[in-house]
């Protein structure tokens, strides 16, 4: 079992960035999958980022490509996703989220989630 603890989130102009951090406990870091999901208000969840476990492959939605960046440290315990050249379309809750096993596609199915953490882009 995977634990997820998100960090970094807060309110920033348009155009400004922001980090969002993820520190996972309870299990070996580098046998998951991680993503980043986002639930803004009276809309369903929706992936924004994945990573494999090796940070080997990494896959984005559209809406983020060119704009936003996942990476990880297996040393740490982290993933972290840069948001640049933030929108007020990008407020949402960030989820981070952990899938055990191999990763080599868009579609990411996590088998746990963490609490989330608010980011709010404002205009």
């Known amino acids: 079992q995977v634990q997820l603890v998100e960090s970094g989130g807060g309110l920033v102009q348009a155009g400004g960035s922001l980090r969002v951090s993820c520190v996972a406990s309870?299990?070996?870091?580098?046998?998951?999958?991680m993503g980043w999901f986002r639930q803004a208000p009276g809309k369903e969840r929706e992936f924004v980022a994945g990573?494999?476990?090796?940070?080997?492959?990494?896959y984005y939605a559209d809406s983020v490509k060119g704009r936003f960046t996942i990476s990880r440290d297996n040393a740490k315990n982290t993933v972290v996703l840069q948001m640049n050249s933030l929108k007020p379309e990008d407020t949402a809750v960030y989820y981070c989220?952990?899938?055990?096993?191999?990763?080599?596609?868009?579609?990411?199915?996590?088998?746990?989630w963490g609490q989330g953490t608010q980011v709010t882009v404002s205009s």
């Open positions: 990573i494999s476990w090796s940070g080997g492959h990494r």
């Open positions: 309870g299990d070996t870091f580098s046998s998951y999958a």
């Open positions: 989220a952990a899938r055990r096993g191999s990763y080599s596609s868009g579609s990411f199915y996590p088998d746990y």
